[in-house]
């Protein structure tokens, strides 16, 4: 029991404990290296004040929880990720008065992909994520281990209908834009608006139907000899033009 435990709700590495300590996320037990010094004395102390049990172990204990990823010399068990709705998502954007601004994955099957983007979105401002329930990559501790912590604040949707979700938000007001091959130039396109950049899987892109339900399409011109990049990387170039130009419109 204690093994499928730790597969699917231990969160690995120093900085992604320390930040989930600081978020407040439901934390079980913190595991630590025996003879671990440096930052990890500070992640103990916080795990202290909030009375949450600390285990020592040696490195090999350590190594099995965090199933081959660096560990650092410390573990938690954490509460499984806790989803939240579109309208969540929407709230927040609404709190913070801006214009939504939303990412959907359409398929992405990669956890190192998801951690990468979590990690983008929750610098760039982008209010929440929305990804499938079937078919594609949730939130697990690969995601949260290349999230750098990320995943502690950064919302995430999960719906049964991608296209659908698509319809409800263009109801409420919000502009569509796949990312895709054979689009508008993302630098020469107005994303200052209430937008969702969709972000399709590895191998295959944006499904037929997802991008037909698009307003737009937008594309990353290549110069070099590699004719597109991976969705983390594709991700982060749109995220950060938003944020750019929503910077630029409030100067």
């Known amino acids: 029991m204690e093994a499928e435990k730790s597969n699917k709700n231990v969160i690995v590495g120093r900085n992604p404990v320390m930040e989930a300590l600081r978020s407040d996320r439901e934390i079980e037990k913190l595991v630590v290296g025996k003879g671990a010094e440096g930052s990890i004395k500070k992640i103990v102390g916080m795990a202290k004040e909030k009375k949450i049990p600390i285990t020592m172990a040696d490195k090999s204990a350590l190594d099995r929880m965090a199933n081959g990823s660096p560990h650092q010399g410390i573990a938690a068990y954490v509460s499984s990720y806790g989803y939240c709705d579109v309208e969540d998502i929407l709230k927040l954007a609404e709190e913070r008065n801006e214009p939504p601004f939303i990412l959907i994955l359409d398929n992405l099957e990669d956890p190192h992909n998801l951690g990468a983007i979590m990690r983008t979105a929750e610098a760039c401002g982008v209010h929440g994520i929305i990804i499938p329930k079937r078919r594609a990559v949730g939130i697990?501790?690969?995601v949260a281990k290349a999230s750098a912590g990320a995943v502690?604040?950064?919302?995430?949707?999960?719906?049964?209908?991608?296209?659908?979700?698509?319809?409800?938000?263009?109801e409420k007001g919000i502009w569509i834009y796949a990312c895709d091959m054979d689009g508008s130039t993302y630098y020469q396109t107005d994303l200052k608006g209430a937008a969702a950049i969709v972000i399709g899987s590895e191998g295959f892109g944006i499904s037929r139907l997802v991008k037909e339900k698009c307003d737009f399409v937008v594309s990353i011109p290549m110069a070099g000899k590699i004719t597109s990049l991976n969705a983390s990387n594709a991700a982060a170039v749109l995220m950060c033009e938003v944020r750019k130009q929503r910077d630029a419109g409030r100067l």
Not at 152 to 170: F, G, H, P, R, W
């Open 152 to 170: 502690e604040y950064m919302s995430c949707a999960k719906v049964s209908n991608i296209a659908q979700t698509i319809d409800s938000l263009k």
């Open 140 to 142: 697990t501790d690969v």
